[in-house]
């Protein structure tokens, strides 16, 4: 059975600094991996997706890397704002042919201060 | 393009009353999926539906629960006779049919659920 972790459980770092968000998962066959944004009682919002043939995903300051071998992504935030305080999840999906069901890590709930 | 949409997004509700939420996923994804989150913990799987057929349901999913895509559009979670274990964000998000981007999922806000 697929198991996802995410240390930490929780973050705070000033604002400016570089955030370093990790993801490890148990089964290496992975088909891709997701990386998802939650702001409190709101829904999931996608930041990145890595397919298993990729070993890295940019958009604007995020940066996810994918070592399969592993069983690891991190997930980079360049020069932290306020507004990247959320809940930050994971999610790997091992089986293409069933539908992208996703197992989700439990998150790391990150604060950045003024 | 709208995005992934639920109704309601919140509901109070006393123990033993029946309950119903309702998915409209992105236009023309053929997958739509639901997922149940608590508090403090990371979306669990519950049920899959490629375009009207239900193709796996979680172990999670009790007989008090039953999901529905009738047209392969939208679709409906009706929980029965609800327990206080049920209270919850219930989340459903949709995907495209095959292509590059295959396996990308999409969000609604989700509908929580308090059940008192």
Redesign the interface.
């Known amino acids: 059975k697929q198991e996802?972790t995410q240390i930490p459980a929780a973050l705070s770092v000033p604002e400016g600094e570089n955030l370093v968000l990790n993801c490890s998962f148990t089964d290496s066959a992975i088909?891709?991996l997701?990386w998802?944004r939650q702001d409190p009682?709101?829904?999931?919002?996608?930041l990145l997706?890595i397919?298993s043939s990729q070993r890295e995903q940019t958009s604007g300051r995020l940066n996810a890397s994918l070592d399969k071998s592993s069983g690891r992504s991190t997930l980079y935030i360049a020069a932290s704002q306020p507004g990247d305080s959320a809940t930050y999840?994971c999610?790997v999906?091992v089986i293409?042919a069933?539908?992208?069901?996703?197992?989700?890590?439990?998150?790391t709930r990150v604060l950045v201060k003024p | 393009d709208t995005g992934v949409s639920q109704d309601p997004r919140h509901k109070i509700t006393k123990r033993g009353q029946n309950v119903t939420f309702r998915c409209d996923p992105i236009s023309e994804h053929n997958r739509l999926y639901w997922y149940r989150q608590t508090l403090g913990q990371g979306p669990e799987f519950l049920t899959y539906f490629q375009n009207e057929a239900q193709l796996e349901k979680s172990r999670l999913l009790s007989d008090r629960f039953s999901a529905e895509r009738p047209k392969g559009s939208f679709s409906t979670l009706e929980i029965q006779r609800t327990e206080q274990g049920d209270s919850a964000m219930y989340l459903c998000a949709s995907s495209p049919p095959m292509g590059p981007n295959t396996g990308e999922l999409f969000f609604g806000e989700g509908s929580r659920l308090t059940v008192l």
């Open positions: 996802v088909y891709n997701q998802f009682g709101k829904g999931l919002t996608s997706l397919q999840l999610a999906n293409k069933a539908g992208n069901k996703l197992t989700f890590g439990g998150g």
